[in-house]
């Protein structure tokens, strides 16, 4: 048998060989097949690799993986999915850290995602894009901080060019057209203030006249200053008054005089002033009167409108709250003086991004075990055969009357529950994650609502049961975030929160089958303080809940240790902890006007117009006597008399001359391309407030690298302000020192140091003052002598 089979075997593998090429098709088959099952492995792990690189951000790395791929494997569709699906998740990372990067104005880091997204993939339209935005923001940063810059200085015209350059390339710009409405409104500031109708005679004027009449005083500071009055007919030139005034500006006089009779004015030209009484008939006859319309960005008309009526006291502006727009009708001086207010009140208000964390952490523990014995035994009479129910005769057929001993139990039914044996326990922790981010104003509400609404089905029936109807209502059941951000000028935000968990906790149906929901919630409402991308956790919100049940056989399972044989135990214990953390960004920051821009004096409810702090009036008026004789009027006139007398007084003796003496330091020889300083020392018998100057060097022989502040002004302990400009194609350095000492400073010392490089060899024109004007606190102070100093510059 083992024989014949083996001659089988042999005779198969001769016909097998024979068919040489049957065997090598075979062969070539599962080689093929084996190659496919290699290749489709190796490419699944090129696959699996990129897929790795990207989760860890080796974004090159498994790029050129897949490259690399299907460059070996050109006919995978595999790879070559994967190649492009790597591109749009690539980018979509990139995108994202880019958001989150410029919210928090790191602009570098910016920069570096997008020039690493397009050396990856240099023809992305979405990064192209972006580098496109990015180089539009740096234009924005770089003009907004010139522009801003210029203005400070006092540059206006050419920080509004700078902002209208970057506008014409980035239109629509909010920071810079808002830059640029505030540039606007100053230059329209100073413009308005320039056009006001000023005297020309500003000389200080002294008046001592007692129970004078009008006239006669009107007579006086003609002849002493110059100006002429137009006196309304309904003045009337004979009431009396005693004026007492020493040294005081033309305009002044001509006020506190007017005042005192109860009159208004109006300036015609330098040399002209209309007189009228201060009535509101005549201010309507003889006032100018301007109209502007006001289109607000971001205050509210109604209210800005209240604000201008409070502090001008002017009639109520036209608003037009649609267009968020008021216009006002009144006098050059009080538009001007509305226009400035507006320019602060109509500010942007702050916005804040609060990227908001919100977790739920859920813990059960359920253990269920011993034994569940029957707790019930029943009884039940069965039917006689052939009926489907109990009947009477089938009670009388159990011969209960014979005894128990003759009872066919055939005929009666058991029925005995289960025994039941209880293996359980239940372990579970379950992190319910919500993550939103909004984007709010300071001041104003937000809310994050992130749940379901419950329907609540309200039935109305009518009296007569003939008319029936429903209506659906909606209850938010869910998690709840009520913020409203202060953003404060120091960089720290308050926010106002109010926190609310809720959850369906059952359903209650009423007698009439309507369906209540039981809710259960959870609240908590506080006030935080925190700063610019400060992280605060709330917690504590815990709901923890322990039940515990038994199932035991009267008597046997209450003994002490063998009744766990007679019961069976459940424990249920739930555990529910809400965290919240919030982590307010700021995204822009309200403007906060200096002290100087949020001042104005304005003089007095009838003279309303721009004045000078009586201060800077009071250092201007010294400066003016210093220069220019003071016209003295002096004049007595008897009560009810129309004579008048008067002269020209002498001079006032002005500033008291006091030695001053500039030297400039340096050294008087130099090499090209040596750098060296110069110092300007000053010594002064007088408390010097301010010295503005120009400084002349050899342009073509020096640079100027630095010009520093020395320490003669900050001797005094109060702060000082320091200002230069180097115009090298003129070679002029203006420079301007003030102090801000009450009295000014006086003494030796330091007041500046410049810092120079020599550029050529040879005799250069000496360093040397164009001009030096010290200021002091009485007045104008001249240097004995103006300082040179020549350098001899040394191949």
Not at 549 to 568: E, Q, T, V
Request: aromatic share 4%; glycine share 8%.
């Amino acid at each position: 048998m083992k024989i014949n089979m083996w001659r089988r075997s042999a005779v198969e593998a001769e016909s097998a060989l024979s068919s040489t090429s049957g065997w090598r098709k075979g062969v070539v088959a599962v080689c093929t097949l084996a190659a496919m099952v290699l290749a489709g492995c190796a490419q699944q792990r090129i696959r699996d690799q990129a897929s790795e690189s990207i989760r860890s951000g080796e974004y090159e790395k498994a790029v050129a993986l897949l490259r690399e791929g299907v460059a070996e494997y050109p006919e995978s569709a595999l790879l070559r999915a994967g190649l492009a699906s790597a591109e749009t998740d690539i980018v979509g990372r990139q995108v994202a850290e880019v958001a989150q990067a410029r919210a928090a104005s790191r602009h570098e880091e910016v920069e570096k995602i997008v020039n690493r997204s397009l050396a990856i993939y240099p023809h992305n339209a979405r990064m192209r894009t972006l580098k496109q935005d990015l180089q539009r923001d740096r234009l924005t940063r770089d003009a907004l901080a010139q522009a801003t810059e210029l203005d400070r200085l006092g540059k206006q015209r050419e920080a509004l060019g700078v902002v209208d350059r970057a506008l014409a390339l980035v239109p629509g710009d909010g920071e810079l057209s808002a830059l640029r409405r505030k540039i606007e409104a100053g230059i329209r500031w100073g413009q308005a203030v320039a056009n006001q109708h000023r005297l020309a005679n500003t000389k200080p004027i002294s008046l001592s006249m007692r129970n004078a009449p009008l006239g006669s005083l009107l007579d006086v500071i003609r002849d002493g200053t110059g100006v002429n009055f137009v006196v309304d007919r309904d003045v009337k030139l004979d009431q009396s008054a005693s004026v007492f005034i020493r040294e005081a500006q033309v305009e002044d006089a001509i006020d506190l005089v007017l005042s005192a009779f109860q009159l208004s004015r109006r300036i015609i030209d330098e040399k002209t002033v209309l007189v009228y009484p201060d009535t509101p008939e005549k201010r309507k006859q003889h006032q100018e009167q301007v109209i502007r319309v006001f289109h607000l960005a971001n205050a509210d008309a109604k209210a800005t409108a209240s604000f201008l009526q409070s502090m001008l006291k002017i009639q109520p502006p036209y608003v037009d709250e649609a267009a968020n727009m008021l216009a006002l009708r009144e006098p050059p001086e009080i538009v001007a003086l509305a226009e400035r207010l507006i320019g602060l009140h109509d500010l942007a208000g702050a916005e804040v991004m609060l990227d908001v964390e919100i977790m739920e952490i859920k813990t059960t523990r359920l253990t269920e075990l011993g034994i569940n014995f029957p707790n019930s035994l029943s009884f039940s009479l069965l039917p006689l055969s052939g009926q489907s129910g109990v009947t009477v005769d089938a009670f009388n057929s159990l011969n209960v009357r014979g005894g128990l001993n003759n009872v066919d139990y055939s005929r009666v039914g058991l029925s005995v529950g289960s025994l039941l044996i209880n293996l359980r326990r239940e372990v579970g922790d379950f992190n319910t994650l919500a993550n939103p981010r909004i984007r709010a104003r300071s001041r104003e509400k937000a809310t994050i609502m992130v749940g379901d609404k419950v329907p609540v089905i309200t039935t109305t029936a009518a009296s007569s049961g003939s008319f029936v109807s429903e209506s659906v209502n909606y209850l938010d059941v869910g998690l709840k975030l009520d913020v409203e951000p202060v953003v404060s000028p120091d960089d720290e935000v308050t926010i106002k929160l109010a926190l609310e968990v809720s959850s369906v906790a059952g359903e209650i149906k009423s007698a009439t089958g309507t369906v209540a929901y039981q809710i259960g919630t959870r609240n908590a409402t506080t006030t935080l303080r925190l700063r610019d991308g400060e992280t605060q956790l709330l917690g504590g919100l815990i709901s923890n809940e322990e039940r515990s049940a038994a199932n035991r056989l009267p008597g046997l399972g209450d003994l002490p240790i063998a009744g766990r044989l007679f019961s069976s135990q459940k424990d249920d214990n739930q555990r529910t902890e809400l965290v919240l953390a919030i982590t307010p960004r700021i995204l822009r920051n309200a403007p906060r006007p200096d002290a100087s821009q949020a001042e104005m004096w304005v003089g007095t409810e009838k003279f309303t117009r721009l004045r000078q702090p009586p201060m800077q009036r009071g250092l201007k008026l010294s400066s003016q006597m210093g220069q220019l004789p003071t016209a003295t009027v002096a004049a007595t006139a008897a009560s009810g008399a129309n004579a008048r007398s008067g002269e020209q007084a002498e001079a006032d003796q002005g500033n008291e001359s006091q030695a001053l003496n500039l030297v400039l330091e340096g050294p008087k020889e130099v090499k090209v391309g040596e750098e060296f300083d110069v110092a300007l020392e000053m010594k002064s018998g007088a408390s010097v407030v301010a010295i503005p100057m120009d400084i002349l060097f050899t342009a073509d022989a020096f640079e100027v690298l630095a010009v520093q502040e020395g320490g003669y002004f900050k001797e005094a302990g109060a702060s000082s302000s320091f200002t230069h400009a180097v115009n090298k194609k003129d070679g002029r350095i203006s420079i301007g020192l003030l102090s801000n000492a009450d009295k000014g400073v006086k003494g030796e010392g330091r007041l500046l140091i410049m810092r120079l490089k020599a550029l050529k060899p040879g005799k250069a024109e000496p360093i040397r003052f164009k001009k030096v004007e010290p200021l002091s606190a009485a007045g104008a102070v001249a240097p004995e002598v103006l300082p040179v100093l020549s350098i001899d510059v040394k191949p």
